[in-house]
């Protein structure tokens, strides 16, 4: 059986990022990806506004993809393309499948940067007939900027996430009439930027608190039955109306993709559909480590890039040092957070916490506690659900913490 | 004159007032200079940036992405789309190669936002 130092399961931009930083620390290591091209999602994402972070330049994905392609190729770094990971085990063995047969593996240590899927219809139960023209927005788009092919002529798009606001105005460049976004929420859970840029510059109306109830047409989308939901985000009687369509698009969420993750054992966070991880974003198997999409979800790619580069140093950590025993933090949020993390952090090692909230929050600020001590304020002005936010824990302030961290929300 | 206005300029997107004082902006809740000029140009002159993408035959893929080297005017956004459905390029291309020069007369070009390969 042929052995890594490091395996790097996903080719994207966290996983790049990764292979590009360790080449750096002089690590030699083997990346799998299964689609036939390196980059992942951003070469389907045509849109700027990419790199601004990393780059310090504005780039459409393509561009930012190719850049760090390019650096990976630069470097000599080992690749397997059109693989597919279909066993990690616990012993750090992978077993992948491509065009030359199935292959098994060895790694010291493993990172995980296994990027996204799309929640699709049957995710989200919407009844009614079968049609064609239903699509996830990411296959979609895919279909439209690299393949040339758009889905439909009169098309109506579900849920509000930037994949979807970002497809309504791509459709209308295509010439494709978006009839408008629905949303169940009552707030838009995409980037403000793109509500103005995608919806707001075309007219396209969106809809809040309201849901496709049902999808009519058995060969071909004909039509679709959008109801508005009440609190509970239930369907109010009676609030129907009809709009004909030709496709639908679903932009519902993206869930990390973790199948491989679970089989081997790894222990999970049922928020973040991610692995549990610690400051080094080591999951509970020690040398396999997860970052990007794959982690958690993202809305900037320059934070996943920017993860894969964490992962590195911790990969090149765990390879060459002698394993200290941290100090272990419990990190947590109050019911405001849908999560909060790296889940443990050492006490001797200065930690940029990431987390999302449940709702928008305007003029709050965001507490850092231990037991009853008042650690950090940090005043806000506007925090969204669609909005990962950071904030950097200094190691003088680690120090005093005693066993747990836990933020909170103060009005 | 108030505006209130979502900066489009970073994913950022700060919330930006702006006020107007005789021929003086004054612009507040933006985090960097580029925000300030984002927002006396959205109300005086809105420009945007534009991606879509072109033809091209002689490789796996099938379109090539392009982006405005700058943000062109509002008004000139489907005026361009137009002309740039009718193109139809031969592969291979090199990122950051000029696809459409001065289109409109804009002083903007279209340029490619990535490299493609000739493929047999």
Known sequence: M??????????????????????????????????????????????????????????????????????????????????????????KTIEYINPQGVHKIQAESIVLALGARERTRGNIMIPGDRGAGIWTAGSAQKYLNMDGYCVGKKVFILGSGDIGLIMARRLTLAKAKVVGVAEIMPYSNGLTRNLVQCLYDFDIPLHLSTTITRINGNQRVESIELSRVDENLKPIPNSEFIVEVDAVLLSVGLIPDNIITEEAGIIMDPQTKG?????????????IFACGNGLHIHDVVDYVSEEGDVVAQSVFDYLTQSSSVPESINVSGDANFIYVIPHVIDKNKAVKLKFRIRRPLKNVKVRVVSGDEVLMTLPKTQILPAEMEMIQIPLTLLQKVKSDLRLEIIV | MKHELTCIVCPRGCLIQLVKEGDQYICSGNQCKRGEVYAIQEVTEPRRMLTTTVRIEGSKLKRLPVVTSKAILKEDVFKMIDILEKIVLYAPVQVNDVIVSNILDSGIDIIASRSIKKDA
């Open chain 1, 2 to 91: 042929k052995s890594y130092k490091c395996v790097i399961i996903g080719g994207g931009s966290a996983g790049l990022a990764a292979a590009i930083q360790l080449k750096k620390l002089n690590i030699d290591s083997l990346l799998i990806e299964k689609e036939e091209f390196l980059g992942g999602i951003l070469n389907q994402c045509i849109h700027n506004g990419f790199g601004l972070t990393r780059f310090k330049e504005e780039l459409t994905g393509p561009s930012y993809a190719e850049r760090l392609v390019s650096e990976f190729m630069a470097l000599g770094i080992e690749y397997h393309l059109e693989s597919t990971v279909i066993h990690l085990n616990k012993d």
């Open chain 1, 275 to 287: 692995p549990r991880i610690n400051q080094n974003y080591e999951t509970s198997i020690p040398g």
